[in-house]
C-alpha cells in the first residue's frame, strides 16, 4: 500500500538552531515528491517539487532533497516566522492525479 | 503567480441545508481538486476533475457533488449538509503535462461549521 510518513509529529527549535524534517515514502514508483507549508487557517502554500533520487532545491532558510526512499526538508537557522506545518505529498506512478499525503510536520520556531 | 480563490472563507449552515462552495483559478488549469482537512486526519480527497464536465470521485466523496461547467471554475455542493461534514474545505489546481501532472497550487480554504 503507498504510505507517506512524516516525522518528527512536532518540533520546537530555538531561533538560529538548524534542523530536518523528515518525509519518507512506500510508493510503486515515483512521480514526483511535492513540499508544501500551511499556516493556521490557510491554505497550503507549495514549496518545491522533486523528481529524482539526488535532486536538490534550495529558497531562503529551506533546501529540499530526495533520495529513492525519503526526502529531507532542511531549515537552516531559523527564524520565528518560519513556524507553521510542512506537508509532504508523493505522486505515485501510476497514478495521474491522486497525491498520497503525509500527516504533516509542525514547527515551533521560539525567539 | 498561480490564483486560486475561494467563494467564501468562513460559512456557518444549518444541517439540512444546501451548500455551495465556489473556486475559480486563472491559471488555465487543466485540473481541480477539493480536499477537506480535518485534524488528525490529514488532507482527504473528495472529488477531482480532469476537464470541464469531467469528474472523478476521491476517498470521501459521500455526501458531496461537484460541477464543473467552465474550466476555472469548480463547484463542491453539500446536497443535505450535516454536522460531520464541518470542516476546512481547500480547492486546488494543477497543470497537465505529459506523464501526469504538476504540483497542486491550493487557494485559501473555507472553513465551514454545520450547526
Known amino acids: 500500500e503507498d504510505q507517506v510518513t512524516q516525522s518528527p509529529e512536532a518540533l520546537r527549535l530555538q531561533e538560529g538552531e538548524s534542523s530536518s524534517l523528515n518525509c519518507s515514502y512506500t510508493v510503486s514508483g515515483l512521480r514526483g515528491l511535492f513540499w508544501y507549508r500551511q499556516d493556521p487557517g490557510k491554505g497550503p502554500e507549495f514549496l518545491f517539487t522533486l523528481y529524482s533520487a539526488g535532486e536538490e532545491k534550495e529558497k531562503e532558510r529551506l533546501k529540499a532533497t530526495l533520495t529513492k526512499k525519503e526526502s529531507f526538508l532542511h531549515i537552516t537557522a531559523p527564524k520565528p516566522e518560519d513556524s507553521a506545518t510542512y506537508l509532504c505529498a508523493v505522486l505515485p506512478r501510476g497514478s495521474n492525479y491522486q497525491l498520497i499525503w503525509g500527516a504533516g510536520t509542525k514547527l515551533i520556531i521560539k525567539p | 503567480d498561480v490564483k486560486v480563490t475561494q467563494s467564501s472563507r468562513y460559512l456557518v449552515k444549518r444541517t439540512g441545508e444546501k451548500v455551495f462552495l465556489e473556486c475559480v483559478q486563472d491559471?488555465?488549469?487543466?485540473?481541480m481538486f477539493w480536499y477537506r482537512q480535518d485534524p488528525g486526519l490529514g488532507l482527504r480527497l473528495i472529488y477531482f476533475?480532469?476537464?470541464?464536465?469531467?469528474?472523478e470521485k476521491g476517498d470521501i466523496p459521500e455526501g458531496y457533488s461537484v460541477s464543473r461547467e467552465k474550466k476555472e471554475r469548480f463547484s463542491l455542493i453539500l446536497e443535505s449538509a450535516s454536522t460531520n461534514q464541518t470542516s476546512m474545505y481547500l480547492c486546488?489546481?494543477?497543470?497537465?503535462?505529459?506523464?501526469?501532472?504538476?504540483?497542486?497550487?491550493f487557494g485559501p480554504g473555507t472553513r465551514l461549521l454545520v450547526l
Open positions: 491559471m488555465d488549469h487543466e485540473n
Open positions: 476533475s480532469y476537464d470541464v464536465k469531467m469528474k
Open positions: 486546488a489546481s494543477s497543470i497537465q503535462v505529459a506523464g501526469g501532472q504538476e504540483t497542486q497550487y
